[in-house]
Antibody
């Protein structure tokens, strides 16, 4: 059973870089069937897709964050990571990593499942 | 970006009731629409994918319908564990966007 767990600092100073890691257990992140995503959810709001990565492919980012975001993979640790530069209070949110499941039937159906438990990151001085 | 608009924003109902939540996309997304349930302090969990397909393990009292721009999530025979917040999400094209949520409360 695939499981994901986020880790990283819970407090980041304004203008600094937010760095989080997602550790995957239960299968290899290099599987050709798997795509990986970061999603965040500001307090009291709906989730926001940050970006996606697939082994052997280029990451894809939400245009609203593209200039500040980097998503990468560490296959030796079975992890993928998120870096968000120049953070402000507006980046305060619960950050989730998740599997982006794409149906093998070829229909194009896709959804986010499972998710990690999430980690709250607060941007404050 | 495709905007997803849910209604209502909140809803009060009783155990055993049948409730419907609607989601409208700002442009056609075919059937690329997913529904998630989120309980306080937990990650969202997918209930319905491809507008009407029930995720494995999800009770059959949950159902989804729609295509194009208008979609509905129906819960028939509300159970105590169903009181949560529900989100729709379009999976048609990036950036993949969510609705603002519908909070389902006990009456």
């Amino acid at each position: 059973q695939l499981q994901l767990q986020e880790s990283g600092p819970g407090l980041v100073r304004p203008s600094e870089t937010l760095s989080l890691t997602c550790t995957v257990s239960g299968d290899s992140i290099t599987s050709t069937n798997y795509y990986w995503v970061w999603i965040r959810q500001p307090p009291g709001k709906g989730p926001e897709w940050i970006g996606s990565i697939h082994y052997g492919g280029s990451p894809y980012y939400n245009p609203s964050l593209k200039s500040r975001v980097t998503i990468s993979m560490d296959t030796s640790e079975n992890q993928f990571s998120l870096k968000l530069d120049s953070v402000t209070a507006a980046d305060t949110a619960v950050y989730y990593c998740a599997l982006w499941y794409v149906a093998v039937t070829g229909t194009g159906d896709n959804w986010f499942d499972p998710w990690g438990q999430g980690t709250l990151v607060t941007v404050s001085s | 970006d495709i905007q997803m608009t849910q209604s209502p924003s909140s809803l009060s109902a009783s155990v055993g009731d049948r409730v419907t939540i609607t989601c409208r996309a700002s442009q056609s997304i075919s059937s690329y629409l997913n529904w998630y349930q989120q309980k306080p302090g937990k990650a969202p969990k997918v209930l319905i994918y491809a507008a009407s397909s029930l995720q494995s393990g999800v009770p059959s009292r949950f159902s989804g319908s729609g295509s194009g721009t208008d979609f509905t999530l129906t819960i028939s025979g509300l159970q105590p564990g169903d009181f949560a917040t529900y989100y729709c999400q379009q999976s048609d094209s990036p950036p993949y966007t969510f609705g603002q949520g519908t909070r389902l409360e006990i009456k």
